[in-house]
């Protein structure tokens, strides 16, 4: 994982640097004039027109009236934005997303720097993560409706289980690969283990547990809209749902772009707390 | 992992050694978790109703059950025909727009921005548009495991091809060679590995696909035979299918790991 990350560092050929991790996003390369920032704004805004502007084209000249086009999208955004149903399913989503990738934080990072510095434990879970987090979670929603019921509990565990996976993941990996320099020094000033844990292993994760959760929002997202599809609870994914069902895809379409600028701005703070407080790692 | 070959790391855990080192150990301890497992399960489903869980032993005769009355078989035949299309689909296209948007930067900055917002799209959303716009069946499945696992590869391709170093190209120019075979020794053998681990990625996000997309879009293959069975609070039937998923997740994924470290052999690193 540490190697891909490098990766966005290396030189491309036109001697600026590679920007090209997902979350550069509209990062230019340093080394750039302003007339040329000015250019790539401009080739952006037409490409951006240019989709919309076939979007529009086809779904006007092909497809019935109902499907969603981006006139529509606009002019429906105003009453949609301040409809009742529409925020209480924003609020509900998005508190449920924050609040299972809260206890997925907490939970990944604790089994996380067990299985990285305990070597048995990591054998005896080692198996059990593997498998959880090779499978598709959201397989899981239709037995865990059954187990929690049609409630918005259901969706808090299929979102804390989608999440919790990749943070402990990547944290068993950030304990494994701890430099033993560190713990060696520790061991010889007789640091007690909690101070060793603490003190050098935590913080030593904490890129790994970002990157982990970087992971998990995705993840998260998509944990919450499945299970408010088979459950039908009040939230972004059921709004998408019923109103696509109702022929109102316009509508449907404003949820998915708040779904969509949820996740780019999650992923932004991830990148954010990266680049502020770990200055330190240098990989991204 | 490697874990038996690594350099055997002075007292991590803290505690003193009281059983054997190296190998055993290690085949110990993943036993202790097998057997830690399958006596959890046993207990606690022994002790709870049967519609909320059921032991391991009567899992495995549901699972049997689902395997000689034809419905497992035939739900895995279903699922997988999608999804061998729709990886195959995503994995060709993929590749095809990330080496483009690697060699034609004109391309790549104008439309970086929309497949960045893309990429982190919740593809699950999606499947109510598609159903209006396609309807049910194969093909509308085959588009959802295509969206899932295609950004996946798209980012891979585009990052490896982009990050050719620089010597490579003028080396290669510098002897002469065609434009086909600069594609043929440099490009495409430099991106290999990284499409690896975009393939890798995209086997576990089209599974995710593959089953979200049977929940809704059709009356066959795994996942509506998970919803089915939920409706019949069939929890024993429910824990067989689920632990097939896990399996072929497992297996799937053993298996793009293979992939990927066959072909990053000769990747440069950084």
């Known amino acids: 994982m540490a190697g891909e990350r490098m990766n966005a560092l290396t ?38 027109l240019a989709l919309l502007v076939i979007w529009q084209v086809c779904a006007v000249t092909f497809a019935p009236s109902y499907i969603a086009r981006p006139i529509g999208i606009l002019a429906q955004i105003p009453s949609v934005v301040g409809s009742e149903q529409f925020l209480s399913a924003t609020g509900s989503t998005l508190l449920a997303v924050i609040e299972g990738l809260a206890i997925a934080i907490v939970l990944g990072t604790a089994a ?25 979670i959201v397989a899981l929603v239709p037995l865990l409706t059954v187990w929690f019921g049609y409630s918005p509990t259901a969706r808090l565990v299929v979102v804390v289980m989608e999440a919790v996976l990749p943070v402990a993941f990547s944290v068993a990996e950030g304990g494994r690969t701890l430099a033993t320099e560190f713990t060696d020094v520790a061991r010889a000033y007789r640091a007690p283990w909690w101070r060793v844990w603490l003190g050098i292993a935590l913080p030593a994760s904490m890129p790994y547990l970002l990157s982990g959760v970087d992971l998990a929002i995705g993840r998260a997202l998509v944990g919450a809209v499945v299970a408010e599809f ?29 779904l969509v600028v949820f996740a780019l701005v999650l992923r932004g703070l991830v990148t954010l707390t990266v680049r502020r407080a770990l200055p330190w790692y240098r990989a991204r | 992992m490697t874990q038996a070959l690594q350099a055997p790391a002075a007292d991590r855990s803290g505690f003193r050694r009281l059983v054997p080192r190296g190998r055993w150990r290690a085949a110990l301890g993943y036993a202790a978790g097998l057997v830690a497992g399958a006596v959890v399960w046993q207990v606690v489903g022994l002790n709870s109703a049967s519609f909320v869980f059921v032991p391991l032993t009567s899992t495995m005769s549901s699972l049997g059950g689902l395997i000689s009355d034809g419905s497992l078989p035939s739900a895995l035949a279903s699922s997988f025909s999608v999804y061998a299309v729709g990886e195959v689909a995503a994995i060709v296209t993929g590749a095809l727009v990330g080496l483009l948007f690697a060699r034609q930067m004109i391309l790549r900055r104008a439309f970086e921005p929309y497949l960045v917002a893309l990429y982190a799209t919740p593809m699950v959303a ?70 690896m681990t975009g393939v890798r990625q995209a086997l576990a996000r089209g599974l995710v696909g593959m089953i979200a997309g049977e929940f809704f879009l059709s009356a066959g293959g795994l996942g509506s035979l998970l919803i089915t069975q939920s409706e019949q609070f069939d929890t024993g039937a429910m824990l067989a299918v689920t632990f097939v998923i896990t399996l072929t997740g497992v297996l799937l994924m053993a298996a793009g790991r293979l992939v990927e470290r066959r072909f990053a052999r000769w990747r440069v690193s950084a």
């Not at chain 1, 509209?26 to 951006?48: D, F, Y």
């Not at chain 2, 999606?126 to 209006?132: K, M, N, Y």
């Open chain 2, 126 to 195: 999606l499947i109510p548009f598609l159903l209006a716009l396609i309807g049910y069946g194969f093909w509308p499945k085959v588009v959802v495991v295509s969206l899932f696992a295609f950004f996946p590869v798209e980012f891979s391709t585009q990052r490896g091809a982009q990050s050719i170093a620089p010597e490579l190209l003028d080396v290669a120019r510098a002897f002469r060679t065609s434009e086909r075979g600069i594609w043929r020794h440099v490009v495409v053998p430099y991106t290999l590995p990284y499409l």
């Open chain 1, 11 to 48: 030189l491309n050929r036109r001697g600026g640097r590679a920007r090209n991790s997902p979350d550069a996003g509209g990062a230019a390369p340093e080394a750039e004039s302003r007339r040329e920032r000015v250019q790539v704004l401009l080739a952006r805004i037409i490409a951006g």
């Open chain 1, 230 to 258: 088979i459950a039908s609870l009040n939230g972004l994914g059921y709004f998408i749902l019923f109103n696509v069902r109702s022929f109102h895809e316009d509508a449907a379409m404003v949820a998915l772009i708040v």
């Open chain 1, 112 to 136: 996380g720097l067990v299985m990285g510095r305990l070597r048995d434990i990591d054998r005896a879970l080692r198996l059990y993560v593997d498998s959880f987090y090779a499978m598709p």
